[in-house]
């Protein structure tokens, strides 16, 4: 029953910056672990932040110094924060949620998904 809501997509020019949030219905947020994913088209879905059962982040190697997760637990908000966005960055991007004991790279290992939010970087 846990539903994720994106937002924040849009077309922005090169060197923009954006924020993703993504809004879940469940009441105990804590127990899950976030991440964002995104895919474009033709391409493999990839991951691109995600946090630890700790609390640390991890990024793609694309992501690190650009983007940064964050997130708000009393608004069960989890969010990405994008910034110097270049063209290569056009996908859409996902919210996913796992269980605590499951990985957090492949998607194979995310039990819940948004729909998924557009961005576009122009030149």
């Known amino acids: 029953q846990v539903q994720l809501v994106e937002s924040g997509g849009g077309l922005v020019q090169a060197g923009d910056s954006l924020r993703l949030s993504c809004v879940t219905s469940?009441?105990?947020?804590?127990?899950?672990?976030f991440a964002w994913f995104r895919q474009a088209p033709g391409k493999e879905r990839e991951f691109v932040a995600s946090?630890?059962?700790?609390?640390?982040?991890i990024y793609s190697d694309s992501s690190k110094g650009r983007f940064t997760i964050s997130r708000n637990v009393r608004k069960r908000t989890t969010y990405l924060q994008m910034d110097s966005l270049e063209p290569a960055d056009t996908a859409v991007y996902y919210c996913?949620?796992?269980?605590?004991?499951?990985?957090?790279?492949?998607?194979?290992?995310?039990?819940?998904w948004g729909q998924g939010t557009q961005v576009t970087v122009s030149s």
């Open positions: 946090f630890r059962g700790t609390g640390d982040a």
């Open positions: 469940d009441p105990v947020f804590v127990e899950h672990w």
């Open positions: 996913a949620a796992r269980d605590p004991d499951r990985g957090a790279f492949s998607p194979n290992d995310y039990k819940y």
